[in-house]
């Protein structure tokens, strides 16, 4: 069964700092990865996505992530953390694009 | 750029009654799918269209039904409302040539 998990509820990093937010992914095949950022009620803001090619994605407001095969890992990360990259972060995959799992999201906080 | 358009934004309905929810997506996106987040959790699949067919269903509850339209528009509709549903609706909306995934602002719907 296709499964997206990030182990971590909350990441908390200084502000300047390096950030990795983490995400395993357990479908088999060449899965679809994206990564969303969600501010308090607000929806699902896209960041960036990794399909085929590159393993290093680079996306949104610098961030990026690296798309490691054998380890089945799709982290998140940032080379200087700012204060306003403090919300919740969701990992999604999925073998097709008929539908789309959702990890449980990890709260991330930039402290100044 | 255009982006998912949802409405209401906001909803409130009493035990029992009925609310629809509609999504008008990316033009020129082939793909919608309704996702419901309860306070707290991730994203869970309901349903997803794939050029006005439906391409897949996960958790949705019998007392939901969902279609889309000529025009690519979706309407989710919920019948008998529970306490239970009261949660953010997304819905989105993909391009499977452009392998792109973006999300509405969701719906809040609360049952009382």
């Known amino acids: 069964a296709q499964s997206v998990a990030q182990p971590e509820d909350q990441v908390n990093v200084a502000e300047g700092n390096p950030l990795t937010v983490k995400c395993t992914y357990s479908v088999s095949g060449n899965p679809y990865l994206f990564w969303y950022v969600q501010y308090p009620n607000r929806g699902l803001q896209f960041l960036l996505k990794y399909i085929t090619g590159d393993n290093l994605v680079k996306g949104s407001y610098g961030f990026e992530a690296e798309f490691n095969k054998s380890q089945t890992s799709f982290h998140l990360k940032k080379p200087s953390a700012l204060v306003s990259d403090s919300a919740l972060y969701f990992c999604a995959e999925g073998y097709n694009f008929n539908k789309f799992y959702f990890g449980s999201g990890t709260k991330l906080n930039v402290k100044p | 750029a255009a982006g998912v358009i949802q409405s209401p934004r906001h909803l409130i309905k009493e035990k029992r009654e009925t609310a629809t929810l509609k999504c008008y997506p990316i033009?020129?996106?082939?793909?919608v799918y309704w996702y419901q987040q309860g306070p707290g959790q991730d994203p869970q699949f309901l349903i997803s269209?794939?050029?006005?067919?439906?391409?897949d269903k996960g958790s949705i509850p019998d007392r939901f039904s969902a279609q889309q339209f000529s025009d690519y528009h979706s309407e989710l509709n919920m019948s008998s409302l529970e306490l239970g549903d009261s949660a953010l609706y997304f819905c989105a909306s993909s391009s499977r040539q452009d392998k792109e995934l973006f999300f509405g602002e969701g719906s809040r719907l609360t049952v009382l």
């Open positions: 269209f794939y050029e006005k067919m439906q391409s």
């Open positions: 033009p020129r996106h082939d793909t």
